[in-house]
C-alpha cells in the first residue's frame, strides 16, 4: 500500500516538475525583455528542477542514489541563482537597460 | 512516467534552442544555454532513472557544476571586452 502511494506521489511529482519546466520554458521564449526572461529561467530552473529530483527521490527509497540527487538538487538550488545573478549583472554592466513598456500594447 | 517526463523535458529544450537562436543579445544566448544545462541535467536524471542505471547521477551531478562554470566563463570574457569603461 505504501509503495503504490509513493509511486502515485512521485508520478504527479515528476510530471508537474516537467510542466513547470515547459512553462518556463515557454515563458523565456515569449516575455519581452531579457531582465523579465531572467525571472523565467530561475523559475523554471529552482522549481521544476527541484519537483522532478523530489520526484526521482521518492522512487529511489533510501539509498545512495536519493543521497545523489539531494547533492544535485543542492548545487542546482546555489549554482541556478548565482548564475541568474551573474547574467544580470553582466547585462548591467556592459549597457543593457530593460524595456520600460512593452512595444506590443503600445 | 518516466518516457513522459522525457518527452516534456526535450520539449523544453527544443524551446530554449529557439530562444537562443532567437534570442538579440549575448546574454539571452548565455541564458538559453544556461537553461538547456540545467534541462540536459535533468534529461541525463530521468533517464539513468528510465534504465535502471543509477551512474547517469554521476553524470548529472558533474553536468550541473560543468553548466553552471561555463555560464561563469562566458560572462567574464564578455564583460571583460566589451564592459562599460565608466563602471566600476
Not at chain 1, 510542466?19 to 525583455?33: E, K, W
Request: charged share 15%; glycine share 10%.
Amino acid at each position: 500500500m505504501l509503495d503504490m502511494l509513493l509511486d502515485i506521489l512521485s508520478w504527479i511529482l515528476l510530471l508537474g516538475g516537467a510542466l513547470f519546466l515547459l512553462t518556463g520554458a515557454i515563458g523565456v521564449l515569449r516575455f519581452p525583455d531579457f531582465y523579465s526572461r531572467l525571472h523565467a529561467v530561475s523559475v523554471c530552473d529552482t522549481l521544476g528542477a527541484g519537483m522532478v529530483l523530489l520526484g526521482l527521490m521518492l522512487q529511489g527509497g533510501l539509498t545512495l542514489v536519493t543521497v545523489k540527487l539531494m547533492l544535485i538538487f543542492y548545487f542546482m538550488v546555489f549554482s541556478g541563482p548565482t548564475a541568474v545573478h551573474a547574467l544580470a549583472e553582466a547585462a548591467q554592466v556592459s549597457g543593457l537597460d530593460p524595456v520600460e513598456d512593452d512595444p506590443e500594447d503600445g | 512516467m518516466y518516457s513522459i517526463a522525457t518527452i516534456l523535458i526535450l520539449v523544453a529544450i527544443a524551446v530554449g534552442l529557439v530562444r537562443a537562436f532567437r534570442g538579440p543579445t549575448l546574454f539571452d544566448r548565455v541564458m538559453a544555454g544556461n537553461m538547456i544545462g540545467t534541462l540536459t541535467v535533468l534529461l541525463v536524471a530521468v533517464l539513468g532513472f528510465m534504465n535502471g542505471r543509477p551512474e547517469f547521477l554521476d553524470i548529472a551531478l558533474v553536468y550541473v557544476l560543468i553548466s553552471f562554470v561555463s555560464t561563469i566563463a562566458v560572462l567574464r570574457v564578455y564583460v571583460s571586452r566589451h564592459g562599460d569603461p565608466d563602471s566600476d
